[in-house]
């Protein structure tokens, strides 16, 4: 298949999920197009199924905010009808799924018309925050329904999704993946670790984009707790709004030395091998469906740091407690949500839609 793919192109996870995605379908020989304002942070390197299209705003100075959704809507129409596109695949709701719909509409208006369907992927946010601010609303129901297909993350956030926007549209559930060749302790991890702890001290890992819902100040409190009695570092993996709050945090408390700040990093998955704690999360929204509480990991309520600590203290002082769930996890990884278990759902699913659109 020939597939147009639009994100965000930022460290955020709907980008990252987007852009592994083509990969991985690059890899199992289809064409994909990428259409978005900048190169996905992900595309490091050239690929012979891969293709970038940027997508160029005007700034005239009519605008005071200028027209991104309208220039994305006719490069997608551009790039379907250049590169003969089966279908358009756009991550978050708003407004790139506004755009496919007026990149549809294009396509079918001119006078060798024909179909373009577009799928919509829910990622979070956009339905939990931006989609449910009274001025979105209506364009991101109607966008949703218009869509040829479309797609949730988590049973929770298509129920949500569901319920709160009234959609008429059926949502199917397909879970972020993970490249399980990928993203495993490395050969040097020993080596490696040696350079954050140099001490032997335990290591935890955190990453995210450090947006307030990723409640990175909550992972200062966490190692503060646990640091108290063990010695150990945290690396703090990720950037944005909320890393001053939470570097003057470890400062306040006196914990800045061992807590180590690496901003944004491309190859994650090194950095990822070298946490010694299985998942410790809060239950809230889909997390409770990858993480068997007690058994693939730990689930709290949020905010409730004392007890993600006391869970991070008890597993780092019984070493056979923490290497059966570190391989109960994993197990859990490699049966429900490898890519290569996951990416045949999506192109099962680009087939129905297409089939519904001939």
């Known amino acids: ?21 083509g990969l991985e379908l690059a890899e199992r020989d ?3 197009h990428f259409i978005s304002y900048a190169q996905p942070i992900r595309l490091t390197g050239p690929h012979p199924n891969i293709h970038y299209h940027e997508v160029e705003v005007s700034r005239y100075p009519l605008f005071d905010y200028p027209p991104y959704d ?42 060798r018309g024909r179909k373009l369907p577009f799928v919509t992927t829910l990622h979070g946010t956009d339905i939990t925050l931006v989609g449910l601010d009274r ?28 319920r709160e926007f009234d959609i008429r549209n059926n949502i199917k559930v397909i879970y972020n993946f993970v490249n399980c060749d990928v993203y ?3 050969e040097n991890a020993s080596e490696l670790k040696k350079e ?34 063990i010695p150990s570092k945290l690396l703090m993996i990720g950037d944005g709004p909320d890393r ?15 807590v180590i700040f690496l901003g944004k990093q491309e190859q994650v ?22 993480i068997e509480h007690g058994k693939s990991g730990y689930l709290a309520e949020v905010g409730d740091v004392d007890t993600m600590a006391r869970y991070v203290i008890e597993l780092l002082n019984d070493e056979k407690a923490l290497q059966q769930m570190a391989k109960a996890s994993r197990a859990v990884a490699q049966s429900r949500f490898c890519a290569s278990r996951i990416i045949p759902q999506y192109e099962e699913f680009y087939r129905r839609v297409l089939e519904r659109a001939s």
Not at 85 to 90: Q, Y
Not at 201 to 219: A, G, I, Q, Y
Request: charged content about 20%; hydrophobic content about 40%; aromatic content about 6%.
């Open 1 to 21: 298949m020939k597939i147009g793919i639009t994100c965000y192109p930022t460290y955020g996870g709907s980008g990252v999920v987007a852009t592994e995605l």
């Open 30 to 32: 289809h064409e994909v």
């Open 70 to 111: 309208l220039a994305l809507a006719s490069r997608m129409a551009e790039v379907a009808e250049l590169y003969d596109l089966d279908l358009l695949h756009v991550h978050y709701a708003i407004p790139h799924s506004v755009s496919a719909l007026l990149a549809r509409q294009m396509m079918a208006a001119k006078p």
């Open 135 to 162: 001025s979105y609303l209506p364009i991101t129901r109607f966008s949703i329904e218009q869509s040829d297909g479309v797609t949730a993350i988590s049973q929770y956030l298509q129920e949500r999704t569901l």
């Open 184 to 186: 495993v302790r490395g």
């Open 196 to 229: 954050y702890a140099p001490g032997g001290e335990r290591l935890l890992v955190h990453l995210s984009n450090f947006r307030p819902v990723k409640r990175v100040t909550d992972c200062i409190e966490v190692f503060d707790r646990v640091r108290k009695q």
């Open 244 to 258: 001053s709050r939470a570097e003057w945090l470890a400062v306040q408390k006196g914990i800045h030395n061992d």
């Open 269 to 290: 998955q090194e950095k990822l091998s070298l946490a010694e704690v299985v998942p410790i999360a809060t239950r809230v929204g889909g997390i409770p469906e990858l």
